[in-house]
């Protein structure tokens, strides 16, 4: 009996620092230079699934940040697993895949979802696209106000 517990025990170790690893890898992982991240000020994978939560809840990003549970949803394929950042039902799911000593994702396939609400990285996408636009909007018309009192100031 006591073989067996000692064999689950060490079991349980080496199973239980393999996910650590994925979870730790996950926090720390660095995105990759893109417009739309820089925009939100997002770089990290950490930050880029508490902001898909953010979106998701509306809850404040501070509080997201320190509530969030990390957790391994399963195998996903050969040396890849599915890590999950879960804060009060909504969860963000991140692809991990382990490649020798490193871990890398694709932010394309992260996803959210709280209920029967999605949030993906094309949504996120659209959301700082719309901004940029709006902003460019807002310039625009501004500098046609301008414009046209300009020339009123020129016809008198």
Do not use: W
Request: proline residues 1%; positive net charge; aromatic residues 10%.
């Amino acid at each position: 009996m006591k073989k067996y517990l000692l064999c689950l025990a060490v079991l349980f170790f080496i199973i239980g620092c393999g996910e650590k690893k994925y979870i730790d890898a996950t926090k720390n992982m660095k995105l990759e230079e893109n417009e739309h991240f820089a925009q939100k000020n997002i770089e990290s994978v950490e930050k880029l699934g508490i902001y898909y939560i953010h979106k998701l809840t509306g809850d404040n990003i501070k509080d997201i940040a320190s509530n969030i549970q990390y957790s391994i949803a399963g195998d996903i394929g050969k040396d890849s697993k599915m890590v999950n950042m879960d804060y009060k039902g909504a969860t963000v799911s991140v692809p991990v895949e382990k490649k020798g000593d490193s871990y890398s994702t694709k932010h394309l396939d992260i996803k959210g979802k709280f209920g029967k609400k999605k949030y993906t990285f094309k949504k996120f996408t659209q959301e700082v696209i719309d901004e940029k636009m709006n902003r460019a909007e807002e310039q625009y018309e501004k500098d046609l106000e301008k414009y046209i009192e300009d020339c009123k100031k020129m016809l008198k």
